[in-house]
């Protein structure tokens, strides 16, 4: 079997100007997301939001079959016409990973036609992420249970579509709880959001994040079934 193709993209804003985030990320969140991918055999590329077309051309796309989303203080930069040639992608097969923050990007809002706003706070709070579906693919080889240290809190109501699948939900030690990963199928593509991630925190070099984010991949890298038509059909030869 073919390795799967993914596209890591990161809008590399935060490493470049916040010296805080470049001690964590020294070659830049894509490159920490892109790693344990690669690790599980996977064939992996990085795009970033300065380059021409935000490195999402039609050739690259045409040979992703996995599309992993970060982005936070640049969302707005991304081209409309970008937007749309990724919505076009997923809709037509290729998987979609979005993380943390991605949740308020151009695609993803698209995607779930939805404002996709929620309550958000930066205070250093513990993360408990259960596992609410422990027989989803995404799940396989956690605890019921795992535990970040600190991350930034985001909060009920999460305004997004009714997922199709919780796979976790977050409780922070302020109280708050949230669906922090939840699956989507938009077309022939599938979708997955996961909340850990905020640029100041190790998250990404945690190895049950980098677990769940290869599942991830593994989950929404597209199937070889038949592809449907649609439009006027003919009776099939011999239906009469």
Same mark, same amino acid.
């Given at each position: 079997m073919n390795s799967i193709r993914v596209t890591v993209w990161n809008e590399f804003r935060h490493e470049q100007r916040d010296e805080a985030v470049r001690k964590v990320y020294p070659d830049?969140?894509?490159a920490a997301i892109a790693k344990p991918l690669t690790d599980a055999g996977m064939q992996v590329r990085t795009?970033?939001? *300065?380059?021409?077309?935000?490195g999402l051309?039609?050739?690259?796309?045409n040979e992703t079959d996995v599309l992993v989303w970060w982005g936070h203080v640049a969302h707005h930069e991304v081209q409309d016409a970008i937007v749309d040639r990724v919505v076009r992608r997923v809709h037509s097969g290729m998987?979609?990973?979005?993380?943390?923050?991605?949740? #308020?990007?151009?695609?993803? $809002?698209?995607?779930?036609g939805t404002s996709c706003d929620l309550r958000w706070r930066e205070e250093d709070e513990k993360?408990?992420? #259960?596992?609410? *579906?422990?027989?989803?693919?995404?799940a396989e080889g956690l605890p019921? @249970? #795992?535990?970040l240290p600190k991350e930034e809190t985001y909060g009920e109501h999460f305004d997004i579509p009714v997922p199709d699948e919780i796979v976790f939900l977050s409780w922070f030690s302020g109280g708050d709880v949230f669906r922090s990963?939840?699956?989507? $199928?938009?077309? $022939?593509g599938?979708?997955? @959001?996961?909340?850990?991630g905020h640029e100041t925190y190790s998250t990404y070099h945690d190895s049950n994040i980098q677990r769940v984010i290869v599942n991830a991949c593994r989950w929404a890298a597209p199937t070889r079934g038949p592809v449907p038509a649609y439009g006027h059909a003919p009776s099939p030869e011999g239906a009469r």
């Open positions: 830049g969140i894509h795009a970033t939001l *300065d380059e021409p077309d935000h051309t039609e050739a690259v796309l998987g979609l990973v979005v993380l943390h923050s991605g949740h #308020f990007s151009k695609v993803f $809002r698209s995607l779930m993360e408990r992420l #259960f596992v609410i *579906d422990p027989t989803h693919p995404i019921p @249970y #795992f535990e990963g939840v699956t989507f $199928r938009r077309g $022939r599938k979708i997955f @959001y996961f909340r850990p």
